[in-house]
């Protein structure tokens, strides 16, 4: 008589014990049955059945004398499996005697109902009728999948991801190439997130010294991250990971702004210039261009802020599988840290191993925030104070009377332009022509310097700053004073009721509400100059083009009252290629003379990642514009023409260089001396090149000396 059992049989091993054949109640006289219970070589628990084996002996035990004719076959609860059913395995039975006690029905008994059953294919058996049971242990088993965990190693959540999308099998396939590229992912982690929080906020900054360092904040992450429960642990890691990853996207608007405006990007104020930087990327290289430049921008920032955030979850998982490791690696980087810190170990070029770089920058962006939300409020109190406010109109500029004055900005006309070796000798050798040309028609120049509250960029807050008398070096403090009644140079002559007012300003190509509070009359911007030639660049027009239509289209009309003209040159405005070149003062025309220059000139591609390429076609542009703006004035102008002229700010750092003063050259010229006697006390050198050891101002110190020093009484 035999018991067949399979693994498929015995689908809920939970059942009552009285569904279990070998737990049946036998009389006491009745002779042992010869057939026992076979359990598939997967079911059965060796370290039980074989003790029981070993300690009874064959012999001792009489073999049961009926036959399986004899024997009423007592057939499992379960439905019999036909394959176990077969002479085979009842000879493969009879031929492996078994000890028959009933302790040992017992054990056999047990094993079924202890262990739940696995396997569950047909194929799974046919090793169980085919061997005899005492092989039961070696029986064959089908062979795992590779991509299937053994019984006793369930599979990780990231097993299991990987294995339901059809990837699991690739490791154990190719395992060299899955051990490089553990290595390989994981080093990269390592990296991106160490540069992450080291990385300077100045170019100039970036050495190897400045990353080999230890971040204090990973070992406190690290330390955070080993002790976490997963799903807090990957919580943080998410936050701090993004967190870090939009402050790297901030460090890079850093470096920008530092190379460009020199000073860092201020995160409530800075958001609207990057519609100005748009118009110039498109300027510069086309719409197609600053699209493109656009869209990369965008896709750099979303990939910063992913693998940042990957990163930090990589290694938060690391550390958690490899907890003791960990655990050891960040108490002895702790330990490194606290000893270079309090010995004030540091590298040779002064900077320290110990670092809180990371902490301290988000320091200072908490306190550039609580200044700038201060300083709002602060400025506004500022503004209210004038000490010309309340002038009465006859005691402005008395100085001045019955003169044509000239406000005029050239762009980007900074102290390096006179004092870089590079940019120097042209430039000087400029200025003492044009200083020459003015001397032989009578004219006379004085020239100081002035310290711009703008750098690199951002050109409305240098004029601004000139014109009201305020320091003006944010977007916030300009639209703060724009939008109030500050007397401003234009708007006090304009107040004398003498002079008609007057703005030239190529570069507006949009509508400028500024136009009153500067107390403009009439304003000629890029769209009312009559020009037809190309752009330059960012510039709308050749300076050369934007004097001779003022001088067409205002200063040569005849006016009742004299004019305060305020014009504002465009054509040394950076990418500073192509340049135009000056031409015969009656072939300008309506400008399409330009198209031939501009076709011949130097492309923006060519020079602008090249500093010394850029400094050379830096000091041309300069050289241009103070050309065409000393031969208007020798040509047109006359014994009541007093020009001022003046830088906005300095060229970018890649020009002006790292660190770079703020300064600016400021001249006065005019026939009339009286007008250069009254600013004797200033001692500014004579001619249109200021010493280097000529006074330095605030630019914002000029509005008050100027209308002092031609009349103007204070009336708070």
């Known amino acids: 008589m035999s ?31 010869r057939d026992t219970v076979q359990v598939e070589a997967s079911e059965t628990k060796p370290p039980k059945a074989d003790p029981l084996k070993a300690e009874t002996p064959e012999a001792e035990i009489p073999e049961a004398e009926t036959s399986e004719a004899e024997t009423p076959e007592v057939s499992a609860p379960e439905a019999k499996t036909p394959e176990a059913e077969t002479p085979e395995a009842d000879a493969a039975e009879a031929e492996a005697p078994k000890a028959e006690t009933p302790e ?62 059809g990837w699991g099998g690739w490791r154990e396939k190719y ?76 460090n890079f608007l850093d470096i920008g702004f530092n190379e460009y405006l020199g000073r860092g990007f201020n995160v409530v104020l800075d958001w609207s210039l990057f519609s100005d930087a748009q118009g110039y990327l498109q300027d510069t290289f086309g719409k197609s261009g600053a699209l493109g430049i656009a869209a990369l921008a965008v896709t750099l920032v ?72 201060r300083d709002e409020a602060e400025f506004a109190k500022i503004a209210k104070k004038d000490d010309f406010a309340n002038t009465p109109p006859d005691q402005l500029l008395t100085g001045l009377r019955g003169k044509d004055m000239m406000i005029t900005f050239i762009e980007s006309y900074g102290r390096s332009a006179i004092e870089d070796p ?27 310097w002035l310290t711009s509250a703008t750098y690199g960029g951002s050109s409305w807050l240098g004029h601004s700053t000139f014109m009201s008398g305020l320091w003006i070096n944010n977007q916030q403090r300009y639209r703060t004073v724009t939008a109030g009644e500050r007397l401003t140079l234009p708007g006090a002559f304009k107040k004398t009721g003498a002079w008609d007012t007057v703005g030239v300003m190529p ?40 004097l001779t239509a003022f001088e067409r289209l205002v200063h040569s009309k005849k006016h009742d009252k004299p004019l305060m003209s305020t014009i504002i040159l465009t054509s040394s405005h950076q990418p500073w290629a192509p340049i135009p070149k000056l031409v015969p003062q009656d072939q300008v025309g309506d400008g399409s003379i330009y198209n031939a220059i501009e076709k011949a000139g130097k492309k923006p591609a060519d020079i602008i990642t090249d500093s010394t390429k850029s400094k050379q076609e830096y000091g ?47 001249s006065i010229v005019a026939k009339d001396p009286k007008v250069l006697d009254k600013i004797a006390g200033w001692n500014w050198a004579d001619g249109l090149q200021p010493k280097q050891d000529t006074p330095v101002w605030k630019m914002n110190a000029f509005r008050d000396r100027f209308l002092t020093a031609y009349g103007s009484t204070p009336a708070p």
């Not at 990385?199 to 204090?216: I, Y």
């Not at 050798?429 to 120049?445: Q, W």
Request: net charge negative; with cysteine.
């Open 620 to 666: 041309k542009s300069i050289q241009y514009s103070v050309s065409s703006l000393i031969n208007y004035l020798v040509k047109y102008g006359n014994k009541n023409t007093v020009l001022i002229f003046l830088g906005d700010h300095q060229p970018i750092a890649r020009v002006s260089g790292n660190h770079a003063s703020r300064d600016v050259p400021v």
């Open 3 to 33: 018991f067949n059992t399979s693994s498929r049989q015995l689908s809920n091993t939970d059942e009552a014990p009285e569904d279990v054949p070998s737990q049946e109640v036998t009389p006491l006289d009745a002779p042992a049955p």
């Open 422 to 448: 590079v940019m120097a000798p042209g430039v000087d050798a400029t200025l003492t022509a044009e200083n020459k040309k003015l001397t032989d028609a009578g004219f006379a120049a004085k020239s100081g």
């Open 104 to 165: 040992a029905d017992a054990a056999e008994a047990e094993a079924p109902e202890a262990e739940a059953p696995e396997a569950e294919t047909p194929e799974a058996e046919a090793p169980e009728a085919e061997a005899p049971e005492a092989s039961a242990p070696e029986a064959e088993v089908p062979e795992p999948d590779a991509a299937t965990p053994a019984p006793d190693t369930p599979a990780t959540p990231h097993q299991r991801w990987w294995r339901r999308r």
């Open 302 to 373: 979303i990939a910063v802020l992913a693998l940042v955030t990957m990163s930090v979850i990589r290694l938060g998982n690391l550390a958690a599988r490899n907890t003791e490791t960990a655990t050891r690696t960040t108490l002895v980087l702790a330990i490194a840290w606290v000893t270079c810190a309090a010995l004030g170990v540091q590298y040779a070029a002064g900077i320290p191993i110990a670092s809180e770089h990371t902490m301290q920058a988000l320091q200072f962006k908490a306190e550039q925030v609580r200044r700038t939300l």
């Open 175 to 250: 395992p060299v190439a899955a051990r490089v590229l553990w290595w390989t992912t994981t080093a990269v982690a390592l990296a991106v997130v160490v540069v992450a929080l080291l990385m300077p906020t100045q170019a100039d900054k970036f050495r190897l010294a400045a990353f080999v360092r230890l971040p204090v904040e990973a070992i406190f992450g690290a330390a955070l991250l080993i002790v976490l429960p997963r799903k807090p642990r990957i919580a943080v890691a998410v936050f701090a990971g993004f967190g870090l990853g939009a402050l790297t996207v901030v």
């Open 507 to 546: 570069g507006i190509q949009k509508a400028w509400p500024e136009q009153k509070f500067y107390g403009i009359d009439k304003l000629y911007d890029s769209h009312k100059l009559g020009y037809k030639g190309p752009k330059f660049s960012w510039s709308t027009m050749p300076d050369q083009y934007a």
